[in-house]
């Protein structure tokens, strides 16, 4: 096993389980019952890694979780998404294909940038991984540009978990995975908010722009006036 450095111990906790069915749920904007249908195994494959309904989710599960979500709301159905877990397990041995690969849809079907996959070469071309792995030259996008994906490491690195335009991100280098704005833990934010200081106050504090920590108390449930 490679000995990782001090600043790279984030990684051996991706695989450990963080995140319960109702939290992950509620980041991922879907029902804690269908999370719990998603993780069963029944009589067809599940469209995510884990297969035991109820159990707390890793960083890696939670993020396959999130483009499950997000790939349904877009419209691509399950049956489809199912097919594209299959197909990147026996084409490129991907145990968390969602987490590992960047998806786009165009409501039907899954893609991935092909430059992911072949380097420089496969520049411009998306591959079909909803089927049987053709190639199209269409730039698609959509809810899946939530997530940045870092090359290198083959992985979703962050997920800005309240929308793309907002500073709320789960980060597996940050705070454990904790949903943050500027490192700083949501909850924390809520917290001091909760204790009767105000969102001014707290922005002061941490040296941050008001509007964050408003978006924060509003990614948390409360509207900060």
Not at 36 to 46: A, D, E, I
Request: positive net charge; glycine residues 8%.
């Amino acid at each position: 096993m490679t000995e990782l450095r001090p600043n790279e111990f984030w990684k051996a906790r991706l695989k450990l389980p963080t995140y319960g069915v109702a939290e992950a749920a509620r980041y991922a904007d879907i029902a804690g019952q269908t999370v719990r249908n998603w993780q069963k195994l029944g009589n067809r494959p599940s469209p995510l890694g884990q297969r035991d309904p109820g159990k707390a989710l890793s960083y890696l599960q939670l993020i396959e979780l999130a483009v499950v979500a997000a790939a349904r709301d877009s419209g691509v159905p399950l049956r489809a998404i199912r097919e594209t877990r299959e197909y990147m397990r026996k084409e490129f041995g991907a145990d968390f294909p969602f987490a590992q690969y960047r998806f786009k849809t165009d409501g039907k079907k899954l893609w991935i940038d092909y430059l992911d996959v072949i380097g420089k070469k496969g520049k411009g071309k998306l591959l079909e991984v909803s089927g049987k792995g053709q190639l199209a030259w269409t730039e698609i996008m959509g809810r899946l540009q939530q997530f940045e994906y870092d090359r290198k490491l083959g992985l979703a690195v962050r997920w800005h978990v309240a929308g793309k335009d907002s500073p709320v991100v789960i980060d597996p280098r940050v705070r454990f995975g904790a949903p943050s704005v500027e490192g700083v833990p949501t909850r924390l934010l809520l917290a001091r908010w909760k204790a009767g200081e105000a969102a001014d106050e707290i922005a002061d504090d941490f040296d941050m722009p008001e509007r964050k920590v408003r978006a924060a108390l509003e990614f948390e449930g409360v509207e900060a006036r």
